[in-house]
């Protein structure tokens, strides 16, 4: 069965700065993965989704990573903003359609 | 959040009662699935759909069931609720033909179970 870790659980930080997050899964037969921040009592929205073929993508300040052979993705967050707080989780796509989310790194960026 | 709607947004039900949670899309979108979250779990999978009247289960299906009648709706039922379902429940949508292949959440539903 597929499991996926986050490391840290939660991580402050003080604005301006870059940081990492770290995604772990322990199935490498994913077809993408995908990272998303959920707000306090709403849903996700997604930031990115990396196919299996690929090794990064970005969006803006975001970067993510893929390293399938080692069973590891990172978000990069650049320049951080208080806007920034949330929630950030991590799923990875098998067989069958189903994602497999780990529990999350809650994030709190401090003017 | 992509053409997706959930109904209600918050219940409080009594245990042993029937419930059941709605999901709308309006983006045609194939699959649709129920997920719940809880803490120190994240979201896990309870059932999805690959097309009207074609289901199957998810991680965590035990206590629930599913009806898809249309391509734009799919119903989560708990037969008798029971307080371990208390939980927040989100509805998800994808279409697996498209490149990306991206699931889009709903709000989701607080469900609580006394």
């Known amino acids: 069965k597929q499991e996926v870790t986050q490391i840290p659980a939660a991580l402050s930080v003080p604005e301006g700065e870059n940081l990492v997050l770290n995604c772990s899964f322990t199935d490498s037969a994913i077809y993408n993965l995908q990272w998303f921040r959920q707000d306090p009592g709403k849903g996700l929205t997604s930031l990115l989704l990396i196919q299996s073929s690929q090794r990064e993508q970005t969006s803006g300040r975001l970067n993510a990573s893929l390293d399938k052979s080692s069973g590891r993705s990172t978000l990069y967050i650049a320049a951080s903003q208080p806007g920034d707080s949330a929630t950030y989780l991590c799923?990875?796509?098998?067989?069958?359609?189903?994602?497999?989310f780990g529990t999350g790194t809650r994030l709190t960026v401090i003017p | 959040d992509a053409g997706i709607t959930q109904s209600p947004r918050h219940k409080v039900t009594e245990t042993g009662t029937p419930v059941t949670l709605r999901c709308h899309q309006t983006?045609?979108?194939?699959?649709m699935y129920w997920y719940r979250q809880d803490p120190g779990h994240g979201l896990r999978l309870i059932h999805y759909?690959?097309?009207?009247?074609?289901?199957d289960k998810g991680e965590v299906s035990d206590g629930y069931s599913v009806s898809r009648s249309k391509t734009e709706d799919f119903l989560l039922t708990l037969e008798s609720a029971t307080s371990s379902q208390t939980s927040v429940y989100f509805c998800?949508?994808?279409?697996?033909?498209?490149?990306?292949?991206?699931?889009?959440f709903g709000a989701g539903t607080r469900l609580s179970v006394l």
């Open positions: 983006e045609n979108h194939r699959y």
């Open positions: 998800a949508i994808s279409e697996p033909q498209l490149a990306k292949n991206i699931q889009y």
């Open positions: 799923a990875v796509l098998t067989g069958a359609n189903n994602l497999f």
């Open positions: 759909s690959y097309g009207v009247k074609d289901t």
